[in-house]
């Protein structure tokens, strides 16, 4: 009696253990996109781990996915140990972030962008290039060192050789959203345009956006732009220009649509590449954006 009550008790513990196989930890420190979760798999002597999350593919006992899009993402571990394989499968859930907010995908690293409410226009108008895939492929194509990085000209995905860039765009442009509490302060998103002789009403381009590097910003430079350009500086604006730097002379010109709230320095990274002539990288920045939401 006591061999087959100890043989039920090693039957049971099996079968436990087998249905352990497959099991892993989450930690999901963050409720809203993007965010960083880590999952470790608990069999750490398996032959063979393979992660399946968002049709990305890891084979580590311990990953981290970052996640852009909100709602239900399912996670399924499969463990092969001792020519067994077992899975299992489960679901971390995320809402919506408060803002809305893109990324910038290149081969240096991502670049978090913030797009305003204030100018819908051009929020609405980036998110839709983004979901249709209209960024992606495309170039940064004009770089300048201490003043900005350029991109979203759709002639950029098949251009050849040393071809001249900067023209290009959907077919349509947008009306100007001038707003005096975004400036070009180094990681502002702005919008690209023709010049004042041909585009008097200062229309956006319908694509074509920079990211502000910027130089070092003086009082003194603050003051001739705001006589210049007949604007006025809020204080937390002359503040951020005087710690972070930026393209005063830009003010009232070029509509500011958003912000780098991650990875300015991947954006150094790409003003310092070395380029011709034209001011076009050597090397090929290409990028994707995704949009969060």
């Known amino acids: 009696m006591k061999h087959i009550s100890l043989l039920i008790f090693c039957l049971v513990l099996l079968s436990s253990c087998s249905n352990k196989l497959a099991d892993f930890m989450v930690d ?10 880590t999952f470790s798999a608990k069999t750490l002597d398996a032959d063979q781990v393979l992660w399946e999350i968002d049709g990305n593919i890891y084979t580590d006992t311990e990953i981290e996915h970052q996640f852009l899009k909100s709602g239900k993402h399912e996670v399924k571990l499969t463990v092969n140990k001792g020519g067994k394989s077992k899975s299992v499968t489960k679901e971390v859930i995320f809402a919506a972030p408060d803002k809305c907010l893109s990324m910038i995908e290149t081969e240096y690293g991502n670049i978090m962008i913030e ?3 204030d100018t819908p226009k051009h929020r609405d ?9 209209f960024y992606d492929g495309t170039l940064f194509h004009r770089v300048i060192k201490g003043f900005m990085v350029q991109g979203g000209d759709p002639k950029s995905k098949a251009v050849t050789g ?25 990681g502002a998103i702005a919008a690209a345009r023709t010049g004042d002789n ?18 070092k910003v003086t009082e003194s430079m603050l003051e001739r732009q705001e006589n210049s350009a007949g604007i006025t500086y809020t204080e937390e604006t002359k503040a951020e220009y005087l710690e972070k730097g930026g393209a005063p002379f830009l003010d009232g010109g070029y509509t500011v649509f958003g912000r780098v709230v991650e990875g300015m320095d991947i954006v150094d990274k790409i003003a310092n590449t070395q380029t011709n002539n034209s ?3 050597n090397k090929d920045v290409t990028m994707k954006v995704v949009v969060i939401k």
């Open 125 to 133: 108008n980036f998110v839709k290039l983004a979901d249709e895939s």
């Open 162 to 186: 040393n071809a001249r860039l900067g023209s290009g765009g959907p077919g349509y442009q947008i009306d100007a959203e001038f707003n005096e509490k975004y400036a070009h302060v180094a």
């Open 28 to 37: 999901q420190p963050a409720v809203k996109v993007p965010a960083t979760s």
């Open 115 to 117: 797009l305003y409410d």
């Open 198 to 215: 041909v585009n008097p009403e200062k229309k956006s381009s319908g694509s074509q956006f920079y990211i502000v590097h910027g130089k």
């Open 279 to 281: 001011d076009r990288p």
